[in-house]
Nanobody, 115 residues
Framework: VQLQASGGGLVQAGGSLRLSCAPSASILLFYTMSWFRQTPGKQREVVATIAPGGNANSADSVKGRFTISRDIAANTVYLQMNNLKPEDTAVYYC??????????WGQGTQVTVSS
């Protein structure tokens, strides 16, 4: 399964972006889908997660600003990012996980927030 991530870019602080992740197979009802981010020299960290049943969670650092959602018909997972801050600058990765199955990673999309 390939995960095609898109939507990154350059935005000013306070602005918004929406990331999209489109798997090459219909896995959203079977895999936990997540967005991670990584900056140079730091470990990749989870930003938000949506379970197969639809339950969503987000990291404390983005709670109230970022929202993960999915469109089953479109087979796409989204990360709506509002009120972006310079510290949100990172490469964002889409991730798919299911127990007893190999995880999948997208190719990453750069988000840069200028102050």
């Amino acid at each position: 399964v390939q995960l095609q991530a898109s939507g990154g870019g350059l935005v000013q602080a306070g602005g918004s972006l929406r990331l999209s992740c489109a798997p090459s197979a219909s896995i959203l009802l079977f895999y936990t889908m997540s967005w991670f981010r990584q900056t140079p020299g730091k470990q990749r960290e989870v930003v938000a997660t949506i379970a197969p049943g639809g339950n969503a969670n987000s990291a404390d650092s983005v709670k109230g600003r970022f929202t993960i959602s999915r469109d089953i018909a479109a087979n796409t997972v989204y990360l709506q990012m509002n009120n972006l801050k310079p510290e949100d600058t990172a490469v964002y990765y889409c991730h798919a996980f299911a127990s007893s199955r190999p995880p999948y990673w997208g190719q990453g999309t750069q988000v840069t927030v200028s102050s």
